[in-house]
């Protein structure tokens, strides 16, 4: 095997092995920080020893293997450590090959469940959660993740290690929370994978629309949390919602990148498989929860649109009224916008504005481009236009997406030019 074959292959096993082999040394070690160097150090000697022989049969066992040689050697030299020093000797028999060693140690499924909510621990401020989780469970490098939310390799660096710092000094313990706290993390675990996955489902600045690769780790995140918590409606829900919105990326743009509006995409671009794992994922929640929760809600809103072949049998009422239930469970702004949205869309234009009127004032859309877009596609649909175009063009300000801005600025030159040659009802040409 060539060295680039070499490194290439072990990139591709990094990625998927990384969560169990953090989580397996973070367990026996009870620090993240020096979980994540003992696994790094087991992927330099792969890099090394690899190009040079065959790839191990078991190449997880063998990374583990060498991590916990590595642990052993730190804490022999540190008297303070004898005790984990001797654990870890246990644990390791020096007579076994290592790649014969089992793939990780039992309780992986416990491991990584530990993992996800110390990553996604309340004591760090979001955007830590956010590159932690990418780091220890997404297996990014630090310069993936700056790429992928455009800020400077230096900053999400800092973040990381800050992060790192805040949980030892925490002294977070590697465990999965009380059932009473339990509830409350899993939200936070939830809400870290679905700012992921948003990112990546609609780019908030840069050239790109969307980048899919951001959407491909949430959801794969997303999956490896509904197998190690399956009793859990809202995980199942989470997916599902991932699953059916994913399933559109294809279709959200044209050949030269411009967005494509819900209802004007080709829906033969859409990956039926997607829909289809979606569906089985929300059935999964509806079977588990007694009532839906925000996650499986909206996972129910997309499957409508998923399940109507052509736009026009999209079963508008249906989601408005999973909107009312949606606003219930979760009252907030961007809630009642959408909700407005599927109004309009059901019981006309008029209906949606007035209720897209009434969050005007809200403090939290103040900033948010699309109250203003969402305003002036009622607006143009009202016959509105000069109206409609400011809207547009005052969403276009807002957002620092290029590939939105010229969309929406092209959206304000026709509801300008629909304005310059509109007539007003009970008027004719040439009187």
């Known amino acids: 095997m060539s060295s680039l074959d070499a490194h290439r292959t072990i990139e591709a096993i990094w990625r998927i092995e990384s969560p169990k082999l953090i989580a397996g040394l973070a ?30 049969r078991n190449p997880g066992a063998w990374l583990m293997a060498i991590a916990k040689r590595r642990a052993i ?14 654990e870890l000797a246990r644990e390791i028999d020096s007579h076994a090959e290592a790649a014969d060693v089992p793939l990780l140690d039992e309780g992986i499924d416990d491991d990584l469940l530990r993992l996800i909510f110390v990553a996604c621990h309340p004591v760090l401020s979001m955007d830590a959660r956010v590159a932690l989780t990418l780091r220890l469970l997404g297996g990014l490098t630090t310069t993936e993740i700056a790429s992928a939310f455009l800020v400077p390799e230096s900053t999400v ?53 969307t980048r899919p690769e951001l959407c491909a780790d949430a959801l794969r995140l997303g999956r490896i949390l509904a197998e190690i918590a399956p009793g859990e409606s809202e995980v199942h829900g989470l997916v599902a919602l991932m699953e059916l919105q994913s399933s559109r990326l294809r279709a959200r743009a044209d050949a030269a990148g411009e967005p494509v509006l819900l209802l004007e995409q080709d829906r033969g671009r859409w990956d ?21 929760g925000p996650y499986a809600l909206q996972a129910a809103i997309a499957a409508c649109h998923a399940s109507a072949r052509a736009a026009a049998q999209t079963d508008w009422a249906r989601i408005a009224a999973l909107y009312d239930a949606l606003a219930q469970n979760m ?39 699309l109250l203003p877009a969402v305003r002036g ?8 236009f000069a109206e409609a175009a400011t809207e547009f063009r005052r969403a276009a300000a807002l957002t620092h997406n290029a590939g939105q801005q010229k969309f929406l600025l092209g959206r304000a030159a026709t509801c300008a030019r629909r304005n310059a040659v509109h007539v007003p009802e009970g008027l004719t040409l040439g009187t």
Not at 73 to 86: A, L, T
Request: net charge negative; proline share 5%.
């Open 377 to 384: 596609d009622l607006l143009e649909k009202c016959e509105r």
């Open 73 to 86: 050697d730190r804490f022999r030299r540190d008297d303070v450590h004898e005790r984990k020093y001797e």
């Open 272 to 292: 039926r498989l997607q829909i289809g794992r979606g569906m089985a994922a929300l059935e999964r929640a509806e079977r588990i929860g007694v009532t839906l």
């Open 331 to 369: 009252p907030t702004p961007v809630v009642f916008l959408n909700r407005a949205v599927a109004v309009g869309m059901a019981y006309g234009a008029a209906a949606g504005l007035a209720l897209v009127d009434a969050l005007q004032s809200e403090p939290a859309l103040q900033t948010y481009y």
């Open 27 to 56: 367990r026996m070690t009870g620090d993240v920080g020096l979980a994540e160097e003992l696994a790094q150090d087991a992927v330099v000697a792969a890099l090394v020893q690899w190009p040079q022989s065959a790839i191990p």
């Open 157 to 209: 660096a800092q973040r990381i290690v800050r992060a790192k710092r805040t949980l030892a000094e925490a002294r977070v313990p590697f465990e999965v929370p009380g059932p009473a706290e339990r509830v409350a993390r899993l939200g936070a675990v939830l809400e870290v994978i679905y700012l992921i996955f948003n990112e990546g489902y609609a780019a908030t600045a840069g050239a790109d629309l």
